[in-house]
């Protein structure tokens, strides 16, 4: 989940991954619209597949990395686990209820409905039966929206972490993370959860799986960086070699090792999310451009609402040239969702955020002011 924080820490390439991550997602949703024309090859959908799990595995690698990275100083500090999390709320969930809300609308337009309680699970980024595949995973309301359920778990064992001192609540935070990944492996080699299992299972399961590494990878990362001899390298657009070094890997597997998941593949697709990240990290600061750092300004609002622009692309398109020129609609729906999710940034994300802050400032000052008083008896 693209939520940017603090201009990505002031590194403008982090920005710029961002946005790029942003965009593997679209196209990752973007390719599956062929079968409205033809029927979809099975490397069509294994590359779609892989390209929108790099993009969402450089997000994890991302929010670990950045979470720590500007919290260094704040943990064992009164109040920081509160404030975090009520920042991180406070971020993320406008706009995603906003993009939930037009979820559920569109599901009216046709004929679908939602249960209420799988709405209010979504609400609170929890793991709903409102949709969910052939293989059980569940995802919420909003479908994009399973990796913000991810994303706020995180950050809730982040805010417990900061009541702690730094080296004891980074150890305790990974060891938590780890934990649960290996006890999600032993779940799943135990027995799948089938379609409509009960939440008693669900939950466990939903948050023990592996891909919850990435977030322990980008701490590590952060912890790094902290190194006084950590290096500060001449890279050429870093962010955008790292996004062509995961593309590379996922095209490449995709025609070489269709449907082949062994475990040294695994370790490449972890090791390729690290260095896209890495050589945005490591790379000397340099002038951001104006069209990646807008892109990467713009990769929440475009994460969340691109799906719907793809719905409406792609019937405007079947009306105006029937099932022709399938390149040509999938062109359009990458620049025209990524666009509209930029529409979105602009008119909706901004103001929200822009109101936010000012209730944060406000409520802040209150709290200050609360303090002084009860400290002046």
């Not at 710029?16 to 991550?21: H, P």
């Not at 064992?157 to 900061?162: E, N, Q, T």
């Not at 062994?262 to 990290?281: D, Y």
């Not at 008119?347 to 002011?369: G, H």
Request: charged share 15%; with cysteine.
């Amino acid at each position: 989940m693209p939520v940017k924080d603090m201009r990505a820490a002031r590194n403008p390439y982090i920005q710029d991954l961002r946005g790029y991550a942003a965009m593997l997602v679209v196209v990752n949703h973007a390719l599956p619209t062929m079968e409205h024309f033809r029927p979809l090859p099975k490397s069509i959908e294994d590359l779609a597949a892989g390209l929108g799990a790099l993009g969402v595995h450089i997000f994890f690698v991302i929010s670990g990395f950045i979470m720590t990275h500007i919290s260094s100083e704040s943990f064992g500090r009164p109040r920081a686990s509160l404030s975090f999390l009520m920042a991180r709320v406070q971020r993320v969930a406008p706009l995603y209820y906003c993009a939930t809300f037009v979820a559920i609308l569109h599901a009216m337009a046709t004929s679908r409905s939602y249960k209420g309680s799988d709405i209010a699970l979504s609400l609170l980024f929890l793991p709903s039966h409102a949709q969910h595949d052939l293989s059980g995973y569940l995802f919420p309301v909003l479908g994009v929206g399973w990796t913000l359920n991810y994303e706020m778990f995180f950050y809730l064992l982040f805010a417990i972490a900061l009541s702690f001192k730094r080296s004891t609540g980074i150890a305790l935070l990974t060891s938590a993370l780890l934990f649960l990944i290996v006890i999600g492996s032993g779940l799943r080699w135990l027995s799948h959860p089938p379609v409509g299992a009960s939440m008693a299972f669900d939950l466990p399961y939903y948050f023990t799986r592996d891909i919850m590494i990435y977030f322990v990878l980008g701490i590590l990362m952060a912890l790094l960086r902290r190194h006084r001899r950590f290096p500060s390298v001449a890279i050429p657009v870093p962010a955008l070699l790292g996004c062509a070094l995961g593309t590379s890997e996922v095209v490449v597997f995709t025609l070489l090792e269709p449907d082949q998941y062994p475990a040294w593949r695994i370790g490449v697709t972890i090791l390729v999310a690290v260095a896209a990240v890495g050589l945005c990290i490591v790379a000397a600061p340099r002038k951001q451009s104006r069209v990646t750092g807008a892109l990467g300004d713009a990769s929440y609002s475009i994460y969340l609402f691109h799906d719907f622009f793809l719905s409406i692309i792609t019937s405007l398109w079947l009306g105006w040239f029937g099932k022709s020129f399938v390149a040509g609609e999938i062109l359009s729906c990458v620049v025209l969702g990524a666009g509209g999710g930029y529409l979105v940034y602009l008119w909706v994300e901004r103001p929200l955020s822009a109101i936010t802050r000012q209730k944060a400032v406000r409520r802040v000052t209150t709290m200050n002011q609360s303090l002084l008083s009860i400290e002046q008896g």
